[in-house]
């Protein structure tokens, strides 16, 4: 299993990565959580994608991703056994971080209708173990029975574009980014955005 933004998110050091979670969670305005055992940072981009990262104070991480217009948006289909399925693999301690949880803007949740337990939604899920990132076997062998493209269908792709993992992540080059996206009218908003980028930054040096 291959994938750009997968490799690039495996070479990176763990602090790097938590550094952009937090800088782009404060990008985007989701406010930090604090649930027990783990700290929730997390992106949207207003439209049904997000990515929700949960470090955890034993220095493992969960991960989600979703896209609401993949063939793993299960919440339409409202199938809590196959959604719960999707977190095969990962250690109970990371799936109770989200198991019977309150909803949020980026998770909401699907319910068991025997039990009314609940568990957060996702189309990806993994993990980080303390040394190496994983997939959760349950999504894993949903898509290879389903034919499906994991990293695409799961939104991991897009919703990770946003932390540019492999790439410089710096006020400057997402400004540049910014400019090539045609974001900015004139030189003196682009100049008031990049001052704005760089205190984010400096929030979380």
């Known amino acids: 299993m291959s994938d750009k933004t997968w490799d690039a998110l495996v070479a990176t050091p763990l602090p790097e990565v938590r550094r952009r979670a937090a800088v782009v969670d404060g990008l985007v305005g989701a406010a930090p959580v604090t649930v027990p055992g783990a700290r929730r940072l997390a992106w949207n981009d207003g439209g049904g994608q997000s990515a929700v990262w949960y470090f955890a104070e034993d220095g493992r991480v969960l991960l989600l991703t979703f896209d609401h217009e993949s063939e793993l948006n299960l919440y339409a289909e409202d199938d809590f056994a196959l959604q719960e399925s999707f ?116 929030a979380h040096e």
């Not at 977190?87 to 109970?92: A, T």
């Not at 198991?99 to 009314?116: A, I, M, V």
């Not at 290879?144 to 790439?167: I, K, P």
């Open 87 to 202: 977190y095969e693999g990962v250690p109970e301690p990371l799936v109770a971080l989200v198991r019977d949880r309150p909803e949020n803007y980026e998770s909401l949740n699907l319910t068991d209708p025997g039990t009314g337990r609940t568990i957060h939604y996702a189309g990806g899920v993994f993990w980080y173990d303390g040394a190496r990132w994983h997939v959760a076997d349950g999504v894993a062998e949903y898509c290879r029975e389903e034919d499906l493209e994991l990293f695409g269908e799961s939104g991991f792709d897009y919703c990770l574009g946003v932390y540019r993992f492999g790439e410089d992540f710096t006020p400057e080059a997402l400004s540049a980014l910014r400019d090539a996206n045609g974001r900015y009218a004139d030189e003196q908003g682009r100049e008031a955005d990049l001052s704005a980028l760089r205190d984010a930054f400096a």
